[in-house]
């Protein structure tokens, strides 16, 4: 296992360079997004002005404060909590993050399925996994939110936040086709289907 810096955005050979089960740590810039974003900008034809080719998403729709614009809060915006949501649901959206808007690294919960793993062996990208209920922790990790689009879907807009230090993150799924997520499921099964054996209630 490896540990990974990277310094946003990253190109297609950084993004093969990570294996699960490898560590990352993101630099410089993240963008929030969630289901309300995604529903807009693939199923109802809107587009972004922001560029996220070679960036990594946040499944997000994160508590923030209406403020004056000033250096410190560019976008009028003051981050309070910035959590993390279940990704499967989004799974739909991963090809075209992807293929239109240049994503190669995406962080949520829980891990996602095979349309994702083969949007990655694709184009090259990663899954990054978070720790459920480290909201306060993964906030400290953002310094500012420096711009915000698609905001009449608030607080499901798409958001750039400015990052420092934002990890370690758990390579959970790669572009070689490896998911941790996938192996798991596969032992339970296996040791479930031991247990019922065992105890002489087979299926």
Known sequence: MTH??????????EA???????TVTLERTLFGIRDATLIHMFDRGRRTRLDLKGHAVIHTAPNVRK????????????????GTTTSMRMERFTQGLMQREGVRLII???GM?????????EMGGAYLAIVGGAAA????????????????????????FRIKGFGPLLVGMDSHGG???ATVAKDVAARRA???????AGE
């Open 108 to 110: 949520g919960k829980g």
């Open 67 to 82: 403020v004056d614009v000033s250096p410190e809060c560019p976008s009028g915006y003051e981050p309070i909590c910035i």
């Open 137 to 160: 922790l993964e906030t400290t990790w953002i310094e500012a939110i420096e711009d915000v689009d698609l905001d009449d879907l608030n607080p499901e807009s798409l958001w750039r």
């Open 179 to 181: 998911s941790l997520f």
């Open 113 to 121: 399925g095979e349309r994702t793993l083969e949007a990655f062996r």
């Open 16 to 22: 093969r360079a990570l294996k699960a089960g490898d």
């Open 4 to 13: 990974h810096t990277l310094h946003l955005p990253i190109g297609e050979k």
């Open 194 to 200: 031991a247990v019922l054996e065992k105890i002489g």
